[in-house]
């Protein structure tokens, strides 16, 4: 089993979410990047956001997966992509309970184009920061499957592997980030569920993968232990989980630069959409009180390390 300090099993992990947002500030349009690139540390740095919500808020968690093979066979056409249809077939408890990340999403993007008609800076950031989180989610096979953490087949910790471990390990080395530039999405609905289906098709190939690794590969060989913040640290070994990068075809590094066109995209859109506001006559210049006590509160949850709501991990 994969074993690792507390702050380090996320979703993409902190790195994968920082640097997912990081790259996606290229990709924008001049009339964007001058504001998000001077602004480029604070969303890196706060994409992680919704994780360490998760430790403080219980309705937090089915925010960022949905377990789409509750809902029959691909492509789970018995699953209205409507919200309120769902919930009408559904009910609001089921919905709740098996996640909800692509009209998450679509909630997401609404509220950051209301924030650019605003004009409204810190509000622009903070949604800025954190859609690109849920959209990056979105795109984790591991995010679309009951199986999230390979918990009903014996292979618990696959999620971080896939997720935490590849990238961190394969991304600044060998991962290719030339992505192309944002683009308007004309029907946002359609894109995230797009994204959210291709995450379940994936999610077999995630774990048969790993467990046809496992077996060619002797336990003793399968880890190493590294030191993480003065944490001696059990980790997948590099060997291994080079060859599963391999065996994946490059799996992670595609969803992974999906991810980044993704995000750019959305914040294009949210800005398209909202009048392709000035964003150099932006107000509200300074985070509120409330916001730096949000931003408090999310760390000291955090560091505390009790889960709110599922663990998906």
């Given amino acids: 089993m994969f074993a690792c300090a507390a702050q380090q099993v996320f979703c993409w992990g902190f790195y994968g979410h920082r640097k997912i ?5 290229f990709l924008l349009p001049p009339e964007m990047l001058h504001f998000y690139k001077a602004n480029i540390d604070f969303l890196a740095e706060h994409a992680p956001d919704p994780d360490k919500r998760r430790y403080a808020v219980p309705d937090e968690g089915a925010r960022h997966y949905i377990d789409i093979d509750r809902y029959g066979a691909y492509p789970y056409k018995e699953l209205p992509r409507n919200y309120d249809s769902a919930v009408a077939k559904y009910s609001a408890d089921t ?20 924030a650019f008609k605003e004009k409204n800076q810190t509000k622009i950031l903070k949604l800025s920061a954190e859609i690109g989180h849920y959209i990056a989610d979105a ?30 390990l394969l991304a600044d080395k060998e991962f290719d980030f030339w992505i192309g530039k944002a683009e308007f999405i004309k029907n946002p609905g359609q894109f995230i569920w797009n994204r959210v289906l291709e995450s379940a098709a994936a999610a ?8 046809l690794l496992s077996q060619q590969f002797p336990t003793d060989q399968q880890f190493s232990f590294e030191n993480r913040n003065g944490i001696t640290t059990r980790v997948y070994s590099t060997s291994y989980t080079t060859s599963y990068n391999n065996k994946l075809l490059g799996m992670v590094e595609r969803r992974m630069r999906q991810s980044i066109f993704a995000v750019a995209s959305f914040w294009y859109t949210a800005w398209i959409n909202a009048g392709q506001p000035d964003l150099k006559q932006l107000t509200n210049k300074e985070f509120t009180e409330e916001d730096l006590k949000e931003f408090e509160l999310l760390n000291e949850s955090w560091r505390k390390g009790k889960i709110a709501g599922r663990e998906h991990e």
């Fill in 21 to 25: 947002n990081y790259l996606a500030v």
């Fill in 95 to 114: 919905i709740a309970a098996y996640g909800i990340v692509p009209w998450w999403v679509q909630t997401m993007l609404w509220r950051l184009t209301a």
């Fill in 139 to 168: 795109h984790v096979p591991l995010h679309a499957n009951s199986n999230h953490n390979g918990q009903l087949s014996n292979q618990k910790g696959i999620h971080a592997f896939w997720e935490s471990r590849v990238p961190e």
């Fill in 204 to 211: 077999d190939t995630v774990l048969l993968y790993e467990r």
